[in-house]
């Protein structure tokens, strides 16, 4: 089926290709190619392509167009996109790659208009209404695990507000989530940037780490130690806030979970705490 549809799209005759993730990839004339669903318009990919196709440094996969000259391909009400990858070497994804990948500024946001304060909370609002208006009764320890995080996420705001910076802040390209686990292949794909702060997709990085049933090892983020005081401020603020809480709580609500069993997608939080403090007294260091 995948065969037949890429070589109906692109006219390109696919004798051997196997599934990697979300992915399919295949070799075809002395190169890799990934094809995969696309939640992306045309023009959304054209606008962030133009940059990458522009900048040599980028390590981004090269976008294939389709027999209609398209970045972005429909059937069946699906779109699709075919990608040639820059490399040979696929491998688990390294802080160094995110560090390396989010140094090209490639525009920049008025500080007025910076979404980050607003979406955080939206997101506490969201929470908070759910709680004083819903019908589900809610243990002891449920609550308490919501309370801390939301308390976390507080603080996430005031820390973001002691930044002090220019009136234009630069943004690089970004993901919009960096899951844990990724590897190259996922994380050059095109479909899934967005223009940021850098500090977001390393602090999306490095927040796969703090939540996680190990105990961190911040020595593994020297390159850190590069960054600016307000790119510190930042990223502290960016891995205070709970992302992975707000993802957990989302699912519960969205699938219609019983939170009786919410509190087991926590019972390593003793460990995610100490994480988090010792990432934040790395950095601030």
Not at 2 to 20: A, G, H, P, Q
Not at 39 to 56: L, T, V
Not at 175 to 185: F, S
Request: proline share 1%; charged share 25%.
């Amino acid at each position: 089926m995948i065969t037949n549809l890429i070589s109906f799209l692109y006219d390109i005759k696919v004798e051997t290709i196997r599934k990697n993730n979300n992915s399919y990839i295949f070799y075809y004339n002395e190169h890799f190619y990934i094809f995969r669903k696309c939640y992306e318009n045309e023009e959304k990919i054209g606008y962030i392509y133009n940059y990458i196709y522009n900048n040599d440094n980028y390590l981004y996969h090269i976008i294939v167009k389709n027999k209609h000259n398209k970045y972005v391909s429909n059937y069946n009400n699906e779109n699709y996109i075919l990608m040639m990858v820059k490399f040979n070497l696929n491998r688990k994804l390294m802080f160094n790659d995110v560090y390396d990948s989010t140094k090209y500024y490639i525009s920049y946001i008025k500080k007025k208009d910076f979404s980050w304060s607003k979406l955080w909370k939206q997101k506490i609002d969201q929470v908070d209404y759910f709680i004083s208006n819903s019908n589900l009764h809610f243990d002891i320890l449920t609550l308490s695990i919501i309370n801390y995080y939301l308390m976390l996420s507080e603080n996430a705001l005031i820390f973001y507000n002691f930044i002090s910076f220019d009136d234009y802040l630069p943004l690089s390209l970004c993901h919009n989530r960096i899951v844990k686990e990724a590897d190259l292949y996922d994380y050059f794909s095109i479909n899934n940037l967005i223009l940021d702060h850098k500090t977001r997709d390393i602090g999306e990085f490095i927040k796969n780490y703090i939540y996680s049933s190990k105990n961190i090892d911040v020595s593994e983020f020297y390159l850190i130690k590069q960054m600016t005081l307000n790119e510190k401020i930042l990223l502290i603020s960016r891995i205070i806030f709970p992302s992975y809480f707000f993802d957990v709580f989302d699912d519960f609500v969205i699938n219609n979970r019983d939170f009786k069993e919410f509190y087991k997608s926590f019972i390593y939080m003793e460990i995610y705490s100490d994480n988090l403090k010792k990432m934040v007294n790395f950095i601030a260091k």
